[in-house]
């Protein structure tokens, strides 16, 4: 369960109606069983916990997952494994993108976590690329969590020095919050999205380390300000990177496996440093 957003748990969820319309569906008979009156008052007859006791419990749930976040941190340092934890709303191109940079980066041993509310198709899709990968199904959680990543990591052995990178479920809400020990969250939107995406998912664009916009190839098609995209980006994260990219024609990559390359480079000097100091 989620406290943060209540999925997975139907007492925690809340439902609002965004504008008054007429409830009258033309003839169509909607028997709930219970009542006929559907102008009822919204939050005197559900069941929410109290608002204290929400927070208190989001607060326990993600201390416990900061804790185990931190394990798996010394658990990746320890075998110099540089983790991304790859977030965006569905169908922004998270798989594809690695599919390419597997295909592309081969000076590297590298590994995958997917994580999808249901099935293997991403984990399928990988796997032909021939990367070791696991899958994480959340069922109806609607983010991956240190726990469920400590157990992905021994069922993937990912072998010292590998480059990992975990695809979190496509959602740009709750993935915001749970670390699972990662070097950096990288956020994936595309230009089929609207360009105020950082604005309405603040918590995301906060926590990111690099925002990768996709699809730019069809720039010449779609309403979206990428100078905009990045004004809004830099205000809620100002020293945050933004990288247009386009995966289907390969523009842009060279600068994301530039930046790849500085990120793990950096992971493996503060390494250094640590063993220099101890
Ligand atoms: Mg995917």
Not at 168 to 194: H, M, Q
Not at 211 to 227: A, G, M, Q, R
Request: proline content about 4%; some cysteine; aromatic content about 6%.
């Amino acid at each position: 369960m989620c406290a943060t957003c209540g999925c997975g748990n139907d007492a925690t969820a809340m439902i609002t109606v965004p504008h008054d319309h007429d409830h009258d569906h033309g003839g169509h008979h909607h028997d709930h069983g219970d009542s006929h009156d559907h102008h009822h008052d919204h939050g005197a007859d559900h069941m929410h916990l109290p608002v204290t006791e929400t927070i208190t419990l989001e607060q326990k749930i993600l201390a416990k997952n900061d804790l185990l976040a931190r394990h798996n941190r010394d658990w990746l340092e320890q075998r110099n494994i540089v983790a991304f934890n790859m977030t965006s709303s569905p169908g922004a191109g998270k798989t594809t993108l690695l599919e390419r940079t597997i295909g592309e980066l081969d000076e590297v041993p590298i590994a995958v976590i997917e994580g999808d509310q249901e099935t293997l198709l991403d984990a399928e899709r990988i796997k032909a690329t021939g990367c070791a990968v696991v899958q994480i199904n959340t069922g109806a959680g609607c983010h991956l969590d240190a726990d469920m990543l400590r157990r992905a990591f021994d069922a993937l052995a990912p072998a010292p020095g590998t480059l990992l990178f975990i695809e979190n479920v496509g959602n740009l809400v709750c993935p915001a919050l749970f670390d699972l020990g990662e070097r950096s969250k990288v956020v994936v939107i595309s230009v089929t999205e609207g360009t105020d995406k950082p604005l309405k998912y603040p918590h995301m664009f906060a926590a990111a380390g690099l925002v990768i916009v996709n699809k730019t190839d069809l720039l010449p098609y779609v309403d979206f300000d990428l100078d905009k995209c990045r004004e809004y980006v830099r205000s809620i994260n100002p020293g945050v990177e933004m990288l247009p990219i386009s995966v289907t024609t390969g523009d842009g990559m060279a600068r994301w496996y530039d930046w790849l390359a500085k990120e793990r480079f950096a992971a493996s000097a503060s390494l250094d440093h640590v063993v220099e100091r101890a």
